[in-house]
């Protein structure tokens, strides 16, 4: 995933100035200059900073609770309710883990920008829905990757946000409309849903409308039913309420449980559209296939995206005070559309070439001499490989840039087996 300079580098001052207001005049602090006080930070910010760490990190799985927490509290609670300062909790979420999903989110819109994603004429409103949406990271997401990244959605547009906490629903319904406006989405319009979804009566109720945009950040994550189950539910809810040509986006955490479980709702999913005939239903992102999943097929494995970005200046300054350091961004996604179109038109960058020979790197390119090692995954499945780049920009079928995390490789010629590839030629790289 190749995140363009101008989307990587738009949450300097000018961003911290928006969020400093916007917290100000929603009482969450006592004035903008506070967020340049280490006093505040240390005092009002960072241990909650550092709380909500660690419990992510407990609630996914990956680290055990403390002997003084309860292992079996439901995130709703943990998330506010059982602390001493409430307010100042949903500060610190909002101040340091809202921004970074927001720009996940936009990160995945310029990746289908850049493969030629536009958005259908058809749609001439913008309808869409974010699920779990908190302070609306996933759809401010969108506002961002839409002003520096266009796909062309309309200028008129309405999102329904659905939470199940109150006060953090009012306050993205907030947020959600003063980005919007920062950003020049000035007819985007929210509705606003105080509910808890209720995954065993389906993802909306039977006379809940279509909606041309879905989107999920960070929500999946939240259900503890099995990746087969929550498959079923997802195709039934696209079949009744996404509307044909919609998309669909899927925001994950990159820790190995919860992005291994995002891959095996990707699998039901394609055995659902394989069982019943689905031909609608296409995965784009980020697999450009439906083979079976490369990193599925070893039980320590995963796979994830990894995206830089230029921090706002407050935001490096809790990252110095927290012992953290959010310099790049991981996380797991799923970009699904309803069209019947074959994924070459869709993605049009691809067009023109053969939709079974695309390998996108998806670890880091490591050198190794005068070639560079990385891991490659495509319709073969995954595979370690090898390549040398070459400092003659015209020489045939070698393109001269060295590659990075998340290329896709085009009509590459592969020697060798999974545990050892040499890349002999590329026709293009994307």
Known sequence: MRVPSNLSTSFGVPFQELIAGFATEQGLMPSPEVLDSPRFLARSIIPHVRRLSA????????????????????????????????????????LYFM??????????????????????QSASKLRAIEFGAGPAAGACGIAAGEKE???????????ALIEQDKAMLQLGEKWASTYFADRGHTSWETRTFHRKIDFARGMLPPSAPRFNLWVMSYFLNESSLPPAELARILVEGWEKHLDEEGLVIMVEPALRTQSRKLLEIRKEILAIREKRGLEWLQILLPCLGHQACGALADAEDW????????????FKKIDQMASLDRKSLPFSYLVITKSMRPRNEILSSLSGFESSNFNRLVSPAHPEGRE???FICGQDGKRRARYRATNQANEENHPSSELQRGDILVNAVLRGDVR????????DVK
């Open 372 to 374: 560079q090692e990385f």
């Open 303 to 314: 796979c994830h995206e990894d995206v830089s970005w230029w921090r706002p200046p407050y």
């Open 149 to 159: 990244c266009s796909l062309g959605l309309p200028k008129e547009g309405n999102w």
């Open 55 to 94: 419990m992510f990190n407990r609630q996914l799985g990956e680290t055990k609770p403390t002997p003084d927490e309860e292992p079996d509290s439901s995130l709703d609670e943990a998330y506010w309710k059982k602390s001493s300062n409430p307010e100042h909790f949903r500060l610190a979420y909002f």
């Open 99 to 120: 921004p970074s999903n927001l720009y996940r989110v936009a990160a995945v819109w310029s990746e289908l920008a850049r493969l030629g994603y536009r958005w259908p």
């Open 420 to 427: 050892s590839t040499r890349i002999e030629k590329i026709t």
